[in-house]
């Protein structure tokens, strides 16, 4: 069979067939081919007017292709099921968790865990005190009025999750933040859920300015 070749705007050069039966815009996959040749016709190699895309749509898989099983290899099958997944705890950020309650008979969280977990919260270390682990955060600001100002801010931030730092505002411009959860006698995943939370606020307008040298 005699073929020509026609250029496209790709500079690609690909054969051209005669037109095919079936409407110009074949975008899903045509059934009935048996033949190599009919399935590579189904394939049409350039595009009129304005839409460059509509005339190359999909086209029977080759024989080859069938034996491989390539379609269970690769996303995209058309039996393929496709579910809107609700993302549960483990899936969102600390700050977006809310504080459960805690039993007083529950253990507290292990060193390894609590580890782990504080390199999710920026700026807070761990305390290996007597009276168990906790976690300990240090702010310099400004000045005496933005110590108040971020101890303000933190208890709005705070206080729908029920669960308090211990905050302590020294010298004339500093603020410390301890959390830990006194009922099990060491750290529960509510100090790291309120901490994270605590990460979120605002507090470069609180920040000693830079001085700027002439």
């Known amino acids: 069979m005699a073929f020509t070749t026609t250029p496209l705007s790709h500079n690609v050069l690909l054969p051209a067939y005669p037109a095919l039966p079936y409407p110009r815009h074949h975008h899903h996959l045509v059934k009935g081919f048996s033949s190599p040749t009919q399935s590579r016709l189904s394939l049409r190699t350039r595009?009129?007017?304005t839409d460059f895309l509509g005339d190359f749509g999909a086209r029977d898989p080759f024989p080859q292709e069938l034996e491989s099983r390539f379609a269970e290899k690769v996303l995209g099958n058309v039996d393929t099921e496709h579910k809107i997944l609700i993302p549960n705890a483990s899936a969102l950020s600390l700050a977006q968790q809310d504080c459960s309650p805690l039993s007083p008979l529950q253990a507290p969280m292990p060193v390894d865990d609590a580890k782990a977990l504080s390199k999710k919260v920026v700026g807070w270390r761990l305390l290996n005190e007597e009276g168990g682990l906790k976690l300990q955060c240090l702010w310099k600001l400004r000045d005496f009025k933005c110590g108040v100002e971020l101890i303000n801010r933190i208890y709005k931030v705070t206080e729908s999750s029920g669960h308090f730092p211990n905050l302590h505002l020294e010298e004339?411009?500093?603020?410390?933040?301890?959390?830990?959860?006194?009922?099990?006698?060491?750290?529960?995943l509510n100090d790291f859920i309120v901490a994270a939370k605590i990460d979120e606020i605002k507090t470069s307008d609180l920040a000693p300015r830079k001085r700027i040298w002439a």
């Open 172 to 188: 004339p411009n500093k603020v410390r933040a301890e959390l830990w959860t006194a009922s099990i006698g060491g750290l529960s």
């Open 47 to 49: 595009a009129t007017g």
